[in-house]
């Protein structure tokens, strides 16, 4: 019985292992379905574009925009937190002081300055004095201006706003002129016309006048609109005051020995802008005078390189008929010479250009005429005796410097330098029930272009 019951067990227990051992197979034998897996999406990475300041920044990818529109910060016309610049804003000079009643050029004021353009600020003291001779008279005033580090105006500052670090500069108003530009932008021309011939190479803007618009402040009041221009002055010239042959004479009058006609014998007609105002400078300009005066048609022509450079001459004598410049025809003409025998002509104060009076307020009559000399013998004698030579430079330059479409793109360059919030801030100053701001708009230089340049092209041709 033992031994049967022992028996049924193994057999039960063999038939176990069989099924279990058959299940298993069957379940490895059958696919384990599987749930479907968790996709992560990959992050987006958002391309916003630079900061303006005044809008939010826009992913160029998905539109999603961050951040709130904040005010530009602008530090001399520049902001602080982005790349952005104010096209509206002007270099400006703060000046604080007495500057109440000021008369004539020996009333030197003391003040002090901020002077802040895109590039740089600079604070310190001032010296400024009234500028000019007619323009004294006129109702905004144009100022000479020299900068220095200390109160006592002891110690100079020299600050570089584009012609190299100088402490003297001057402010000029533009009165006659409510555009502003025919003063500098004639210059730019005239020293453009130096620079193709190689006179003056060491000078900035080779010789000429040169400047930018840039806004006043009186006592934290706006006084105007100016430019900051190169003054009449040795560093003009890239001279040494001290070196007694650097010399730049200015013609103050019409009289007899600024039109060559007479020999001088003091130096009442003429300004010693820079050198010695002693007999020798004098006798320098006496010697040039005799020339024009005393000198044979032959000698003239012949001998006139070693008294005047005659590129600069020429260039002088066609600029000033080109631009009507009839205030330069003797009086201001500049004289300058660094050996103190060959004399370059050169141009200064330009707002009386194009057509318009010294006033602003009334047109030559260059549709039926063209500029005369003004009683000028140098000028006549040039006309005579070097026809050829000035017919031949004012063909090469009217396809240049002189072409009407390069003058007038100068014209519109400046223009676009002076934004349309600081003019109006302009006229609402000057433009009152007391005065009337004088001067033409820049069509009317294209208009003098038209009428002139037909009947200048045909005097030079003959």
């Known amino acids: 019985m033992k031994r049967f019951l022992s028996l049924l067990l193994a057999i039960i227990t063999l038939m176990c292992f069989a099924g279990c051992q058959n299940a298993s197979e069957a379940e490895s034998s059958t696919p384990t379905p599987t749930a479907a897996p968790t996709v992560t999406p990959t992050p987006h990475v958002h391309t916003f574009s630079s900061a303006t300041c005044s809008a939010p920044e826009t992913c160029s990818e998905c539109g999603e925009t961050q951040g709130e529109p904040i005010a530009h910060n602008y530090v001399a016309g520049e902001c602080t937190l982005c790349a952005d610049y104010n096209s509206s804003y002007c270099p400006k000079l703060y000046f604080t002081g007495d500057m109440k009643n000021m008369t004539g050029k020996k009333d030197v004021r003391n003040i002090t300055f901020e002077y802040k353009s895109k590039e740089q600020v600079h604070t310190g003291s001032a010296e400024i004095k009234l500028q000019g001779n007619s323009s004294l008279q006129y109702e905004k005033k144009n100022y000479t201006i020299s900068f220095f580090k200390d109160s006592e105006c002891s110690e100079k500052l020299k600050i570089d706003v584009g012609w190299g670090k100088q402490s003297k500069y001057c402010l000029k108003a533009n009165w006659i002129d409510k555009t502003h530009s025919r003063n500098v932008v004639t210059a730019k021309l005239a020293g453009e016309m130096q620079k193709k011939y190689g006179l003056l190479e060491t000078a900035p803007n080779n010789g000429a006048v040169d400047g930018f618009p840039i806004e006043i402040y009186i006592n934290n009041e706006f006084h105007g609109l100016y430019t900051m221009n190169i003054p009449k002055d040795e560093w003009m010239f890239n001279m040494d005051k001290?070196?007694?042959?650097?010399?730049?004479?200015?013609?103050?009058?019409?009289?007899?020995?600024?039109?060559?006609?007479?020999?001088?014998?003091?130096?009442?007609?003429?300004?010693?802008?820079?050198?010695?105002?002693?007999?020798?400078?004098?006798?320098?300009?006496?010697?040039?005078?005799?020339?024009?005066?005393?000198?044979?048609?032959?000698?003239?022509?012949?001998?006139?390189?070693q008294y005047f450079n005659l590129d600069s001459t020429l260039n002088y004598y066609i600029m000033m008929n080109y631009c009507w410049l009839i205030d330069n025809t003797g009086k201001n003409m500049l004289l300058v010479t660094y050996d103190g025998n060959v004399w370059y002509p050169s141009l200064y104060d330009l707002d009386t250009s194009w057509g318009a009076n010294y006033k602003g307020t009334g047109l030559y009559n260059y549709k039926n005429q063209l500029l005369s000399n003004n009683g000028s013998l140098l000028w006549e004698r040039l006309e005579k005796l070097f026809k050829k030579e000035l017919a031949d430079r004012y063909m090469e330059l009217r396809k240049s410097v002189l072409d009407p479409n390069h003058v007038m793109a100068e014209f519109e360059k400046f223009e676009s330098l002076i934004p349309d919030e600081v003019l109006a801030r302009e006229t609402a100053k000057w433009n009152t029930d007391k005065t009337t701001i004088p001067g033409y708009p820049i069509s009317q230089i294209k208009s003098y272009l038209d009428t002139v340049l037909p009947r200048l092209d045909n005097k030079f041709k003959a």
């Open 242 to 305: 001290d070196n007694p042959n650097h010399i730049v004479l200015c013609g103050e009058d019409w009289s007899a020995p600024v039109l060559f006609r007479e020999k001088p014998t003091n130096l009442s007609s003429w300004t010693v802008e820079v050198g010695p105002e002693n007999n020798e400078t004098l006798r320098k300009i006496q010697r040039i005078v005799s020339f024009v005066r005393d000198s044979s048609d032959e000698d003239f022509k012949a001998n006139f390189s």
